[in-house]
């Protein structure tokens, strides 16, 4: 079965401060994805990538940075976390061609 | 504006019924995905119709496409309680790997 899991769970964080989360999948997926979800906006792209090495901007990516250093494990970070970054994140790995993602339980970020 | 947006924004049905939620969308598409999220778990995937098909079943739920009018239904016969969900429909836009996700349907059922 499809397994995507995420850490931290929970993470309180300060203005001003880096945040790293992080996303490892056991899928042998190339693609993988970061997402936000705030109330009345559903699901929102960050970052993508198609594989080991390739990081690619989604639909809002100002103010995060992405990772993928290998086919397994793909990072998010927030280098000078805001309020405005408080939210609920979700990673994801896909095969090609708009096929299925499957997500991880999400991690949920609170900064102060 | 959002590239897929499902309707109504809520809905609430009692066990048993069956219920309908449906999806616009704006650009021509490869493929068109339904997904559910219960509370505090992430997304995951319903069905998924690509732009070649008109109907996909999957147990109780049944999803149409509609590429003349860009919509989407899914259907849900026999609803039970952990049918509770938001339920999202996301499309791709034609060669690219990004999926769009809509605010969702917020379903409810109730006893």
């Known amino acids: 079965e499809a397994a995507v899991t995420q850490s931290p769970r929970n993470k309180v964080a300060v203005t001003g401060g880096k945040v790293t989360l992080s996303c490892n999948q056991t899928n042998n997926h190339n693609n993988m994805y970061w997402y936000r979800q705030d109330t009345g906006h559903g699901l929102r792209l960050i970052h993508y990538?198609?594989?080991?090495?390739?990081?690619e901007k989604g639909d809002i990516p100002d103010g995060y940075k992405a990772s993928r250093p290998s086919q397994e494990n793909f990072s998010l970070i927030l280098e000078l976390a805001t309020p405005s970054q408080t939210s609920v994140y979700f990673c994801?790995?896909?095969?090609?061609?708009?096929?299925?993602?499957?997500f991880g339980p999400g991690t949920r970020l609170l900064v102060l | 504006s959002q590239l897929a947006e499902e309707n109504p924004w809520a809905l609430s049905v009692h066990e048993g019924e069956s219920v309908t939620v449906n999806c616009s969308y704006k650009?021509?598409?490869?493929?068109l995905q339904w997904y559910r999220q219960k509370s505090g778990e992430g997304p995951a995937q319903l069905i998924l119709?690509?732009?070649?098909?008109r109907e996909k079943r999957n147990g109780r739920l049944r999803a149409t496409l509609d590429t003349s009018s860009q919509s989407s239904s899914l259907s849900i016969t026999a609803t039970r309680c952990e049918d509770t969900a938001v339920y999202f429909c996301a499309t791709d836009a034609h060669g690219n790997e990004k999926i769009t996700f809509g605010a969702g349907t917020k379903l409810t059922i109730k006893p």
């Open positions: 990538s198609y594989g080991a090495g390739s990081t």
């Open positions: 650009t021509s598409i490869t493929a």
């Open positions: 119709i690509r732009s070649n098909e």
């Open positions: 994801a790995s896909g095969g090609v061609n708009q096929d299925t993602q499957y």
